[in-house]
Nanobody, 116 residues
C-alpha cells in the first residue's frame, strides 16, 4: 500500500509563508490528479490546489496568486508554497492522489495555523 506523508505545517503570523511537502512511499503511476486539500474546523474538506491528468493546475479561488503547487516526479514529491497567509487559511492540509489502480490516496495531514 502506498503511503503519503505530509510535512511543513506549523504556526505562522498573518502575511507569513509556509512550504508544505508530501512524499509518496513509492512511485505512483497513471495519476489522474494530485494535490492538496484542506479542512478547517467545522467545515468540509476543500480543494486547495491540484495537478490534473491533462497537465493543468486547479487552484481554489481563495488561494490564487498566493499559493503555488509544484512537484518532483522523480522523487515522488509534491509541494505547496503558501505566501501571504491569512487566518482563514488555517486548517489541516492533506495530500491527495487519485490514480488508476490505486484509487484515492490521502495523507494523514499537517496542521497549518495562521494567527492574526
Amino acid at each position: 500500500q502506498v503511503q503519503l506523508v505530509e510535512s511543513g505545517g506549523g504556526l505562522v503570523q498573518a502575511g507569513g509563508s509556509l512550504r508544505l511537502s508530501c512524499v509518496a512511499s513509492r512511485s505512483i503511476f497513471n495519476i489522474n490528479a494530485m494535490g492538496w486539500y484542506r479542512q478547517a474546523p467545522g467545515k468540509q474538506r476543500e480543494l486547495v490546489a491540484a495537478f490534473t491528468s491533462g497537465g493543468s493546475i486547479n487552484y481554489a479561488d481563495s488561494v490564487k496568486g498566493r499559493f503555488t503547487i509544484s512537484r518532483e516526479n522523480a522523487k515522488n514529491l509534491v509541494y505547496l508554497q503558501m505566501n501571504s497567509l491569512k487566518p482563514e487559511d488555517t486548517g489541516v492540509y492533506h495530500c491527495h492522489v487519485n490514480a488508476l489502480g490505486y484509487g484515492r490516496l490521502w495523507g494523514q495531514g499537517t496542521q497549518v495555523t495562521v494567527s492574526s
